[in-house]
């Protein structure tokens, strides 16, 4: 996957994770800790790389000036989308959410009736942000088999493997659920539910070196 399309998920994808062919991981209240829907280092322009990919391939996120409208760019198009974007700073590490303009959560099940809020972790170092991705695989293993609170759904996927072959891949729908201070608990007792290496990079940018494409608003 390019590193725009990591970019368009984190940033576009994020508020709307149950698209088709992507495993989600929901909790069902953010963990307990400090709160804010805009931290006055956020806004601005950040251009976005997933580590270990082709140079040159990147994607850029203009956060507005009170963190309610992003602004995807790549070397396709320029996207433009009110979201909410909450920070939560806990105990066991710093969390990022991002939803529609409503804080509206994500629901599993025929019925809609379990829903949940997406979270990735991150880690900001002045003008750089690293965003870890859940662990899709071990938060359902935990939650099937390890007494972890939850619901956990698999569906098989195929994907090309090569032009000639398809392989099957499940697709992971997992829910934790508790409150908000349970769900602290378990993300310490779990640090392995989001992956060691980075997902995605975010890097400040001073100067705007984006592509100039139309704006289409979404």
Known sequence: MRPSSVLLLAVLGLGSTLLSGCSTTLVQYLPQGEVTT????WPGLWKGSAPGSEAGESGWMEISANCQQLTFTDSEKTSVEKKRLTLVTAETGQYLSITDAEGKPECLGENNTDCGLPVVRYERDGDVITLYSPNHERVSRAIANDGVAGLTLTDPIKTAATAATQVAKPKYRNLITGTP????????????????????????????????HPEVSK
Not at 38 to 41: F, K, L, P, S
Request: glycine content about 2%.
């Open 181 to 212: 201070e349970q769900i602290a608990q378990i993300l310490a007792d779990h640090p392995e539910f989001f992956d060691a290496e980075p997902w995605l990079v975010m890097t400040r940018e001073t100067t705007d070196t984006r592509p100039k």
């Open 38 to 41: 805009c931290d006055a280092g």
